[in-house]
Each structure stands twice: as C-alpha cells, then as structure tokens.
C-alpha cells in the first residue's frame, strides 16, 4: 500500500550525508571559519627599565621659527588733549583708544602664538618622539612581548576553545570516514557487512598555520583605543584641535609646520580673528564709527613687533612640550603594540596545542560511535537507492512525441539489511497525470521495477525539453528529454538567389529525421512551394531547394516578408517555422532600390499602387542615405565632394543624383525623385556628428535634384 509523504521514515537523510560528506571532507579551517576566532587583550604593564623622566630633545628647528629681522621702532608720538599724532600713522583718534589699540595688538599676538604657534610645534615635537621611539627597534620592547607571551599560554578561555575545536574537527572527520567505512561495507553485494570498526589514524591539522585565528594586533587600532589621557597626558585645544586628541596621523605622516614667517599670519586676518572674540567685538563696537579705521591701522601696524616677540618662545615651548608629551606616549602605545603581539603569539601557540591534543584524543571515539551508529542504522534498516531510469516510446523510433504514451522502468538497489516497503511516484509537467505504485524492496538486492506507463499531453510544445521526476521517499531521480517529432528542420536558411525587382528567393533548408525508424508520406512546403519527399532513413539528412515568386518586391526590399515553411507526415505537422528575409533598404552593394526607383519614375501606370508604391520607396531611400553617410564617416577625404564635382557615383546619394540626371528626360513623374529633396534637408541637419564639409557637400548634392 502506499505509504503518505507525511509518514515516511527518515533514513535517507543518513544516506545523502555519507555520500556527501564521503567526497567533501570538512578540515580544522572550514570548520573554524564558521565560528571565527576572537582575542580579549589584557593592558601591558609598564616595564620599570624605561619609567625614567624622557630625554631632553634637540633645539627646535629653525622652520617652526619666525627669523628675526629689524623692525623700525615705533614712531614719535605726541599726546594732545583730543588727539594723538603720529609719523606714518592716521593723524586722529579720541583719546585712550590708541593705546587700547596697542593692547589688542599685543594679546593678539600673544594668543596667536600661545595656541596655534604651541599647538603647531607641539604636534611636530609630539611626531619626533613618535620618530625617535620608532627608531629604537623592537628589541627594547623585549620585555613587554615576552610578558604577553606567558599571559597568552596561560590564557584558559583560548585553551577551552582550542579544546572545542579540536573536538568538533575531530567529530567531523571521523563521520566523514566512518561513513565512507560504512558505504564501503555496503554497498558491495557479493558480500555479507560485518561489523570490523579498525580505527584509521588521520593527521593531525595543522593549527599552527589557520588563517582563521584571530587577527594580529594592529597600531592603528591601539591608538584609536587608547588617547593620551588614558597615561594621564593633558589634553586641551592649546595642544588638539577643538581638545579632542587625535594622535594617529602623527604615527603615520609628518604634521604641518605651522605658521614660519612674518608673512604667514598677516596683520588683517590676526584683526579679523581678534573681532570675532568677545573682547575684540565689544571693543570694536563701542568704537566711534569715525576712529574705526585709525584704530585698525594703529592695530595692524603694532601686531608683527608683538608677534615676533611672543612667537619663537611659545614655539619652542611647544616644541618641548611635544617632545616630552609624545615620548611618554609612544613608549606606553609601543609597550601596549609588543605586549599583544607577544599575547597573540603566546594564545596562537596555547590554542593549536590544545586544539592538537584534544583532536587526536577524541578522534578514536568518535569514530567507533559514529561507526557502530551508522552500522545499525544500515543493517536494520532499509537503505534504497535510485541507479537508473529507463523511458521507451511506445512505437520504439526513439522519438518522444506530443500525445503518445511511454512506459517507465527503475533499476533500484536496496543495500540495507532490511526488507523495505515505499511509495514510488513518477511525474512530470509534460504528462497527462502522475503515476503512483507501492514498492516492495528485498534486502541486499538490485530490483527492476517496472513503475507504469504514461502519455505525454499533446499539447505539449514540441522541441522542448522536459524534466520527469522518479520520488522514492524524500529521493528523487531527475531524467531528462526531448519532446519532439521526428522530422525537423535545420537552424540556417541558405540563399541560392534574390531577385528583389522581379519578387523571387530560391533558397535551401536541411530537414533531418532524428528518429530510429524509416518515415514515409513526407509533404514539405515553404511560402507557397509544396512538394512530396520520398521517405527518409533514420538520422537521415535531406538538402532541399524551394523558389518563391510573385513576391511584392517593395515588402522583400524593407524585410517584410513573412515565409512560413513546415514538414508534414501524412496531416500530422512534425515542425514548422518562419523565414524572414533580411532589408537590403541599408545594403549600399545593390542598386536594386534605385533600379525599382526608376522604373516607379519612368512608368508608373506599370504599377496598380503608384502613389502609395512611391511613399513606401522614399522612405526605404532614406533609410539608405543614413546608412550611406556613416560609410562617408569612415572614408578618407570628402566622397561627397569628390561625386559632386566629377558626377561619379561612389555613395548613395551621388548614385542618386547621377541616376536623377541621366535618366530626367524618360521620367514620366520625376516628382519619385525631387520630392526626397525636402525630406533630406531635413536629413542633413539631423545626421549624427559634427563634419562640417561632409555636411556641406551632402547638402550640394541634395539640392541637384530639386
């Protein structure tokens, strides 16, 4: 009886593992790779031999410094009631406000130099101690990376992991080869399976080696974590910009130097800054609106004496600051770098040890569980397997066409040591319903099993192939085929010859009889040529010719032409299709639109449908001309002028127009030709790319025609 997809047992499950896992063996890496590797860096003590006060650095360098030059000193003042007046300076200002003036000038400057003067010196001597730590090697870190060693051996969570790793591999690779032993054991028939667990002995993976440890440790990431105010460092906006510390591009590149010269702050942008303080904004407010001005000279003319005095010492002051400052935290981040190298390398060495003991400790185990599991699973159990699947038509010509019946046979083998009892479906959307049938499988045998017959729908596509599906359980077998009838045509259509003014194509096609029998009663027919075909052998191929005539050369030129063509056995359609012949409109090697052009001119009463005939030929003659001035493109020089002063015809259009003149006095309506003359004004200006002298001598070859 058939047994419901709801209730069937779960064995196969089993089956597909082993055979998957038997050729895809799982290693220490992949299986690492699902559960990456992560690191928990303690902080490194800081090794006493270097607590010392830091060395005292070199003088500052002389480009952070503004070079002293003589300066003028300040003009004769004499002080009035109302007034102050001064050589070179503005003659009037009340009273008060020019010392005022001086004054501003002077905290200016000392506020200038005391933050970006001290900021830009400190960062540069803050990047020479960096430097100067750097330069001493890793050797005097020794100390720190040997620490960090011990800590990473004795780390007890990289061990615990190490541990599971190394027994998740070892389970893995010993179901992969206990299923391998078990298919082995099974799976030969000529044979009774007994139970002989010899445990192999698999090497070691190498740990030492996985790329899928956690990843060593990185300076970047020391200095994104930890700022100088984690060592106690002051950090304010004297020192970083904004007081937000940001020491790594100072590991990495050289900082600016700062302002170096007289010229760099100028006297009007330190006012301009000295105007945005509160300070300098109230002042300037309560200045009367007339001493504004007097007050910004008097300003800006004392700022570079004051500035010179306070600059090189805040510098210098910046520069020593740096230097200490950065000394003191490059060696704490430097101690913080080989620390961790030294703890990754120690829990590197602590986790493959651990995970190498405890592979080759669990191992064994696991393979005799895993073995004496899956040896009862097989040997009580039935454990069926789909070989192969055979389709037969039912007239035995090989051919699988719409409508006719098939029968199906399965060559199942049962390799369990248990009689089994299943549902066997076969379906497919090419036929008419689903088969079902109950299956009865003996222990350790091969059975041919005749599943049913069915019919393909005969509404089924012909040349198409199908997928039908043998269910046995959760197992399916997947047969491909190709639903056809035995006569079809070839892929190409070769020409033979083109008459497009007189409407006549001769042309030649392949049929082929793909089937294993003889097909008699054969009818062909392309357009309106039908014809019989003697019978045709088996995997026969037949070259056959056919000529269509009384064709609208107009609809053949423009690629209109529709040509339907089949292969008949008696009134049955084996295959069928269409044959469109390609426009010869863009074709500049025939002349055969020209020619049908002239004729239109010359006599139109020859033809039943003149005036809608005309229409359809000069748009076909402009489709023409388009493809004409793309080959003038790629031409050299200017075949348009060439045509136009020597009347030659090496394009289109000066074949058109050569044609237009030497034939104008048969024309009976020479309007076919001079009406294009509009229409390829229009073209002129709508032609793609610039070429201006192409463009001009393509419109003195239109205008010949009007």
């Known amino acids: 009886m058939f047994t419901p997809l709801t209730k069937r047992p779960r064995w ?39 607590s010392a006060k830091p060395p005292e650095p070199d003088p500052a360098p002389g480009s952070l410094l503004i070079e002293q030059k003589k300066v003028p000193p300040p003009s004769r003042v004499v002080r009035h009631v109302d007034r102050v007046v001064r050589q070179h300076l503005p003659r009037r200002i009340p009273r008060g406000w020019a010392q005022q003036a001086e004054e501003a000038a002077a905290w200016t400057a000392d506020r200038l130099a005391a933050t970006w003067g001290f900021r830009g010196a400190y960062q540069w001597g803050f990047h020479e101690a960096i430097h100067a730590i750097r330069q001493q090697g890793g050797h005097e870190f020794r100390a720190e990376f040997n620490a960090g060693r011990r800590e990473g051996r004795r780390n007890r969570q990289i061990q615990q992991q190490g541990r599971r790793v190394g027994r998740e591999d070892a389970t893995a690779l010993a179901r992969d080869m206990a299923n391998q032993a078990i298919l082995e054991e099974f799976t030969d028939l000529e044979r009774r399976p007994l139970r002989s667990p010899i445990v192999p002995h698999p090497t070691t993976p190498d740990y030492r080696g996985s790329a899928h440890f956690a990843a060593p440790p990185q300076l970047e990431t020391i200095a994104a974590e930890l700022g100088p105010s984690d060592f106690g460092l002051p950090v304010d906006e004297t020192r970083w910009p904004d007081g937000q510390a940001d020491p790594l591009p100072l590991f990495q590149s050289t900082p600016g130097h700062g302002p170096r010269d007289r010229n760099t702050i100028k006297p009007a942008k330190a006012f301009d800054y000295w105007c945005r303080l509160p300070q300098g904004r109230k002042t300037w407010r309560d200045l009367p609106k007339q001493a504004r001005r007097e007050f910004r000279s008097i300003f800006e003319a004392h700022f570079p004496t004051e500035l010179e005095k306070k600059w090189n010492p805040a510098r210098r002051n910046g520069y020593r600051s740096g230097w200490h400052e950065g000394w003191v935290y490059a060696d704490r981040i430097y101690s913080e770098l080989h620390f961790r190298e030294g703890f990754h390398a120690g829990s590197q060495e602590a986790w493959s040890q651990s995970a190498g003991r405890a592979f080759n400790r669990s191992f064994p185990r696991a393979y005799l569980g895993q073995y004496d599991a899956l040896f009862d699973e097989w040997y009580f159990n039935p454990k069926p397997q789909i070989q192969e699947v055979h389709l037969s038509d039912k007239n035995g010509d090989g051919v699988f066409e719409p409508g006719e019946a098939f029968k199906i046979t399965a060559k199942i083998a049962n390799f369990g040591g248990r009689e089994g009892r299943f549902g066997l479906d076969f379906q ?170 002239l004729d239109l001119a010359r006599d139109p009463a020859a033809f039943p449908h003149a005036n809608r005939q005309i229409r359809q030929v000069q748009q076909l003659m402009l489709t023409r001309l388009r493809a004409d001035w793309k080959a003038a493109i790629r031409q050299r020089g200017n075949p348009y002028k060439h045509d136009r002063r020597n009347g030659d015809r090496t394009t289109a259009l000066g074949d058109l127009v050569a044609t237009y003149k030497a034939h104008r006095h048969e024309m009976r309506r020479p309007h076919v030709f001079t009406e294009l003359t509009p229409s390829l004004e229009r073209l002129a200006r709508e032609l793609p790319g610039t070429h201006p002298f192409l463009r001009k001598q393509f419109r003195g070859l239109v205008r010949e025609l009007g």
């Open 12 to 50: 196969l499950a089993i089956f597909v593992t082993a055979l998957v896992a038997a050729f895809i063996p799982t290693t220490a890496e992949e299986n690492q790779k699902q559960q990456p590797l992560t690191l928990t860096y303690p902080r490194a003590q800081h090794s006493p031999t270097r």
């Open 428 to 597: 497919s959307e090419a036929m008419e319903r689903m088969l079902r049938r109950p299956l009865v499988l003996p222990n350790r045998e091969v059975s041919l099993v005749e599943v049913g017959r069915g019919r393909i729908r005969p509404s089924f596509p012909a040349k198409t192939t199908a997928v039908f599906n043998l269910d046995l359980g959760s197992t399916s077998f997947h047969v491909q085929q190709l639903i056809a009838y035995p006569l079809q045509w070839g892929n190409t259509v070769e020409i033979l010859d083109r008459d497009n003014i007189d409407g006549r194509i001769s042309l030649a096609m392949t049929l082929t009889n793909i089937s294993d029998r003889r097909v008699g009663k054969i009818n062909v027919r392309f357009g309106d040529d039908q014809r019989q075909v003697r019978r045709m052998n088996p995997g026969e191929q037949r070259r056959l010719h056919f000529e269509t005539r009384n064709l609208d050369p107009l609809a053949l030129m423009a690629g209109e032409v529709r040509l339907d063509y089949a292969a008949y056995v008696g009134n049955e359609r084996h295959d069928s299709g269409i044959y469109t012949p390609v426009s010869i409109a863009a074709d500049l090697s025939s002349r055969d639109l020209l020619i049908y052009m």
